[in-house]
């Protein structure tokens, strides 16, 4: 009986979750909306809204904003950020193929000609963890 107390303890603490707390920094305005995508994967989905695993659509009511995803288990995690003025559910870009709406990773990783990818952008959760991303546009 005691070996199994034991073996429940042990599961229950390497199953533990804890919450996320993402501080976006630098909005340059209010229109439209903040898209959070929490990511959990080493390939190329990161970035990609319908592939993260958990989401959220915030309203901007200033130029900082702070959202809490509660519950994720420990493990990898990135974070990406579009600051989606006209509400289309996508990252515009111009002519160029430049974003024309503002952007952040976690880390704050901002690659010259390209998007930041999962490997750079990733961080340990253990727990609760705060982290602050500064947006770019």
Known sequence: MNKLILIAIVLASSMSAGDITVKVKNILNTK????????????DS???REKNLKGAEVAIKGKTVVYK?????????????????NKNNKLDRNF????????GFSNNIRPAFRGANFTESKFKLKGNKSITIKMGY
């Open 46 to 48: 990161f970035g990609d």
């Open 96 to 103: 160029f193929g430049i974003p024309s709406e503002g952007y």
């Open 69 to 85: 995803f509660t519950d994720v288990p420990d493990g990898t995690y990135a974070v990406a950020v579009i600051h989606d003025e």
């Open 32 to 43: 439209g909306k903040l898209d959070i995508g929490l990511y959990n994967k080493e390939d």
